[in-house]
């Protein structure tokens, strides 16, 4: 069984900071991608940061340039960095991650969400 839990949500105001982490656990054999997703009030859960366990990262263009994703293997844990926040920015942040897990075949996994809230 693996397991992805999330941390560091919150409410902000406008221009502030907020640092998510999300850790992986259980009988993992490998990861290849962790990323973020987000989901806002009303619309569908969209895309906002990956990165491989090369260390390539992507971004939506929403974010690049605010946000900063980073990852530390050996934790099995990936961050999300986000700076100048906007109230745009405000959804429930999904941690991802495509997971080989011991005994299975490579499968994509979600954790439970974290409300982050941009308001003055």
């Known amino acids: 069984q693996v397991h992805l839990v999330e941390s560091g949500g919150g409410l902000v105001q406008p221009g502030e900071s907020l640092r998510l982490s999300c850790a992986a656990s259980g009988s993992i054999f490998s990861i290849y991608v962790m990323g973020w997703y987000r989901q806002a009030p009303g619309k569908q859960r969209e895309f906002a940061a990956t990165?491989?366990?090369?260390?390539?990262?992507n971004y939506a263009d929403s974010v690049k340039g605010r946000f900063t994703i980073s990852r530390d293997n050996a934790k099995n844990a990936v961050y999300l960095q986000m700076n100048s926040l906007k109230p745009e920015d405000t959804a429930v942040y999904y941690c991802?991650?495509?997971?080989?897990?011991?005994?299975?075949?490579?499968?994509?996994?979600w954790g439970q969400g974290t409300q982050v809230t941009v308001s003055s």
């Open positions: 990165i491989t366990s090369a260390g390539t990262t």
């Open positions: 991802y991650a495509y997971i080989n897990a011991v005994g299975d075949k490579p499968s994509p996994y």
